[in-house]
């Protein structure tokens, strides 16, 4: 278990960190979401671009 802290699993991390944001930090919540959906709007896009290439370079063969 490589990343396992203090006996937690990264899962658990991820939802003890989100449960203080929530607790803490309610301010810097609505720009943590935003910037998080243009991330995933990105990384979607990024993606979608190189399946087209992948798909024009099989279809040039």
Request: no cysteine; net charge negative.
């Amino acid at each position: 278990m490589g990343f396992a802290i203090l006996g937690l699993g990264p899962l658990e991390l991820v939802i003890i960190i989100l449960i203080i944001i929530v607790l803490f930090f309610p301010a810097i919540l609505p720009k943590l979401i935003k910037r998080l959906s243009q991330s995933v709007s990105t990384i979607r896009q990024i993606a979608d671009e190189e399946i087209g290439t992948d798909k024009k370079e099989k279809e040039e063969e």
